[in-house]
């Protein structure tokens, strides 16, 4: 049986601990899992920002970045996003990407989901 591939794509850094969550969740289940960053859900992959939400929102948004990335789903940040930050630093294991990275993620996953 073939393991199903999921994309969340997320923009509001305000979604992430739920799509965090989730995207464990499926992960855990033998799925394969992307997580694309942009807009405002870019601001996530900053180190410093990590400390914001972990006030923001009660959870060490961190140790759920580095279990995500232990169990093999992917984190990409938005190229443009990314680069016009000043003095970005990046979380571990992040990639970046553009559109096309995330179209050919798109087309063949089995769902895309937004946030």
Known sequence: MARKKIVYFVTLSSNVPYVLKKAIE???QQEEV??????????????????????????????WMRKALEIGIRFYGCQMNVLIADG???VEGAELAGVATFLAEAYGADA????
């Open 26 to 28: 499926n992960a855990e």
């Open 34 to 63: 992307s997580i694309f960053f942009d807009l405002d859900g870019a601001r996530v992959l900053d180190k410093r920002y990590l400390k914001v939400m972990e006030r923001t929102h009660n959870m060490d948004l961190a140790e």
């Open 112 to 115: 895309v989901l937004s946030y």
């Open 88 to 90: 970005l630093e990046m």
